[in-house]
């Protein structure tokens, strides 16, 4: 048997060994950076800019720096001195239901972490975006989506925390698999209706217009033989001057959506080429695979987390003299951590495969010098590092960088 104060130390270990690996890593990948620009891009990143690229991921590095930094003083000062259990035993005392316990503790202390991130969001969005001419958002839209994502965060991590209760109160044993298909529905149903449901909280979402850019889409709609009626512009530009596209939902709810961004910067041509890569991920089963993974790995966090759930020595070491639910899921994010790291390495993986197949569909059913025109404008005007550590690439990066995309592209 583990003692409570074994847990801590392992809490305390995991915390501080991922705050070290992440920072060794960013370190080495700035070190890193090659000053060497490709002649395939000479014509697009001239050596000033790339100095600015430069300058860009430093500035953003160090915001970075100092955001985890404060986060993990703040998390090991809670731990060691048992806040986390404070708090928890003071609202069990003070009242009676179980989801209240549970609500008021996450509640106090997501309001805690918004006191930290407000000023860091802040600085980055309208001193560092600003300075690199990336922002768009005003003050009052940056405040929106604060009042906005809070009150989102708190309905649907309410139905969450509500739904996991009613199941732990029903099935004492075997609590992880009710809660597991539970959260997989739920994720599923997100899945689906992101775009109608969730992005017009947040941005305005208009029907592609008439006119030739619709026109070439059909006709390469009609080539392929392939129905693409929801294609939506989401209103980018009200927040970053960065172009971006995506794809959402199944069946007769597969929605793409292309940043009105996107389309000022580029021509008809490249759009339709980064339609076809985003048409290439659901040809390719890219979207169910990733769903199908997603409800695996739910699958392993419900198990681990009930597991957690059964060890009054959590509770303990995270300050309490009760042994609460939230506790047992404060415990289980320490713990997850590694196997997290992990999955995100195998996840990234295969993303980074599944991107190389989206570009060799598009090369294949519309034009691959049109996409590679288009990768190289979007990775210029986001100010992209064309040489990132190898290592870096391994454990971040979910898209293979611009080069080796080019390379296949040729």
């Known amino acids: 048997m583990i003692s409570s104060e074994f847990w801590l130390y392992i809490f305390i270990g995991l915390i501080l060994l991922n705050f070290i690996f992440s920072s060794v890593l960013e370190y080495v990948n700035d070190k890193s950076w090659n000053d060497e620009i490709p002649d395939s891009l000479k014509d697009y990143y001239d050596r000033k800019k790339y ?14 720096l100092i955001s985890s930094s404060l986060s993990i003083t703040i998390t090991l000062i809670i731990l060691i001195t048992g806040f986390y259990g404070y708090v928890s035993d003071y609202i069990y005392t003070t009242f009676s ?45 940056f405040l929106a989506d604060i009042l906005k994502g809070t009150l989102m965060s708190i309905l649907i991590g309410g139905l969450l925390l509500a739904v996991a209760i009613l199941i732990l ?32 909280i947040f941005n305005k979402l208009s029907p592609l217009e008439d006119g030739s850019l619709k026109t070439k889409i059909q006709q390469y709609s009609d080539k392929i033989g392939y129905s693409l009626k929801n294609i939506f512009v989401i209103d980018g530009s009200k927040r970053s001057s960065k172009a971006n596209a995506y794809f959402s939902g199944f069946g007769p709810k597969k929605t793409i959506a292309l940043f009105d961004t996107l389309i000022e910067k580029h021509t008809e041509e490249e759009l339709v080429a980064v339609l076809a890569h985003e048409v290439g991920h659901y040809k390719k089963n890219h979207i169910k695979q990733g769903m199908i993974l997603s409800i695996i790995q739910i699958a392993v966090m419900c198990f681990l987390f009930e597991l957690c759930l059964q060890i009054p020595e959590i509770s303990a070491a995270l300050g309490a003299e009760i042994n609460a639910f939230h506790l047992g899921l404060i415990g289980f994010s320490f713990i997850f951590s590694p196997i997290g790291l992990i999955t995100g390495i195998f996840m990234n993986i295969l993303s980074r495969k599944n991107e190389f197949e989206a570009d060799e569909y598009a090369k294949k059913t519309y034009d691959g010098e049109s996409l590679s025109l288009a990768l190289k404008k979007l990775s210029v005007d986001s100010l992209t590092n064309l040489h990132p550590h190898p290592f870096y690439v391994f454990i971040h990066y979910s898209h293979p960088p611009l080069l080796e995309r080019l390379k296949a592209l040729s």
């Open 51 to 64: 100095s600015t690229a430069k300058e860009y991921k430093k500035a953003r590095g160090r915001v970075s």
């Open 97 to 141: 239901s179980p989801f209240l316990h549970s609500a008021i503790f996450f509640l106090f202390f997501y309001f805690l972490n918004m006191l930290v991130s407000i000023p860091i969001n802040y600085y980055s969005t309208f001193i560092i975006e600003e300075k690199f001419g990336f922002n768009k958002t005003t003050k009052k839209t």
């Open 169 to 200: 109160n029903y099935f004492s044993e075997g609590f992880w698999f009710w809660l597991w298909l539970s959260l997989s529905i739920i994720t599923v149903f997100i899945s689906m209706f992101y775009t109608s449901l969730i992005v017009p």
